[in-house]
C-alpha cells in the first residue's frame, strides 16, 4: 500500500497538467532579446493544452538559436490555465578580438575583429574585420584585407532572411625582370559584393529543416600601377546568381552539438549581368554530429564532407577551390593547393578533459585534394594529415572557443601548430 499511494498521487499530478492549458507564456532573463525571437521558435502556443514534449521541444529550439548559456521551462499556476515561464541566461553579445598569427615561413598577419550577436535583440549578427599580412623576410609586400558581414535570419518575424557581404582587398604585387630585378610594382585591388535571400520552408517554429536561398555576386579585380613598366591586364569582373539548398537538424548543448545538416551551393556568371564569361561553380556538403553516450555528455564524433567541381572559365580566380590551412586540410599552409574540383573530409573525436565539459581534447583526420580538370575527383591521389587539440568553450559569448590543433601532414612530413577562436566545422 505504501508504494500504491505515491504512484496515485503521481498519476493525478500528470493528469492535471496534462489536462490544463497555457493561458500565458511568459519570458524572463531575456534583457536584450525580444520576446518575438523567442516565441517564434516555439511548437507550443497559448491557448494549446499542456504538452510536456512540445514544452521541451520548445526550450530547446530557443537554446538551438545560441544566444543563451541555459533555457530553462517551468509551469506555473495561473488564473485558469497554466503559466508556461521560460527564462533564459543571456550571453555576451558583443566580442571584440584582436588577431596575430606567423606562419611557418615568416608571414605575420594581425588586425582585429568585432563581432556585434543578437543586433537589436532581434538575433541579426555584424561582423567587421580589418587584417593586414606582412610578407615573409625575404618580402616586404604588405596585404590589407577589409570586410563587412550582416545577417538577419527571420525578417521581422518571417520566414525569410537577408544577409550582406562587402569586402576589399589590396596586395601589392611585383613584376620581375629575367635577372630578378624588380621592374614595376602594381596594387591588386579586389572588391567583392553579395546580397542574399533565404526561405524556411515550414513558415513557423524551429528554425529548423529545409532552407531555400537565392541570391547575386559582383566581384570585381583592377590593377592600380604605382612604378614601372606598365601592366598590360584589364581589370575582370565576375557577376551572377547563387542558389542554395540547406537541410539543418543540429542541437546546440551549449559545450557540444547532436544532429546533421547537408546542402548544396551554386553559383552561375552570367555576361548579361555584366561576367567577362559564364561559368558555374557548385559544391555540397554534409556535416554529422554524432553524440557518444547519454545527451549532453559532451562527447562526439564529428564528421565533414565537402566536394565540388566548376564549369566554364572563372574569372579573378586562378584556383576557384583553395584548399590548406586550419579550416579543412591541417598541416599544409592556408590556400596551398588549388584546383577546379575538390574533395575534402574532416573527422573529429572530442571528449571532456578530465570530467570538465569547457575544456574538451580532440583527435582529428584530414583527407582531401584539388584537381586541375573540372570533370574529376581522384580519389587514388589525396592529401592527408592527423592530428591532436584542445577545445576551451567561453560560454558566455555567441560561438566563441579557444582551440589548438597540432597537426602533422604526411605529405610534408612535417608538423603545424594553429590557434583560432572557432570550430572546424
Known sequence: MALIVPLAQASAQQNEVENGYIEEIRFVGNDTTKRRIMLQEMVIRAGDSVDAAKIERSRQAIMDLGLFKSVKARLLPGQEGKILEIGVDEKIYIIPLPQLDRDADGEVSYGGRLTVDNLNGLNQRLRLTYEVISGSFASDRTVHAADVFWDYPRVAGTHYGLSLGLKREVSPELTQDSLGETVAEHDRIFNIFDVGVSRWLSREGPSQGWNVGFGTFWRYELHDQQFGVPLDRSPEKAVGISFALRYTRVHNYLYSREGLEYGFVSDHGLVALGSDTPYSRNHAYYRHY???????????????????????????????????????????????????????????????????????????????????????????????????????????????????DVSYAFGLERRKVYFGSKNTF
Do not use: M
Not at 337 to 342: A, D, L, N, P, V
Not at 356 to 367: I, K, N, Q, T
Open 290 to 404: 554524432f553524440p557518444l553516450g547519454a545527451i549532453p555528455q559532451h562527447r562526439n564524433f564529428n564528421l565533414q564532407l565537402r566536394f565540388g567541381g566548376t564549369g566554364g572559365s572563372v574569372p579573378i580566380d586562378d584556383f576557384p577551390y583553395i584548399l590548406g590551412g586550419s579550416r579543412d586540410l591541417r598541416g599544409y599552409e592556408k590556400d596551398a593547393i588549388g584546383g577546379r574540383s575538390f574533395f575534402v573530409v574532416n573527422l573529429e573525436l572530442l571528449a571532456p578533459l578530465w570530467g570538465y565539459s569547457p575544456a574538451r581534447g580532440v583527435l582529428f583526420a584530414d583527407v582531401g585534394n584539388a584537381y586541375d580538370d573540372n570533370r574529376v575527383i581522384d580519389f587514388g591521389d589525396l592529401e592527408s594529415s592527423v592530428g591532436v587539440g584542445l577545445r576551451v568553450r567561453l560560454k558566455a559569448f555567441v560561438d566563441l572557443q579557444l582551440r589548438l
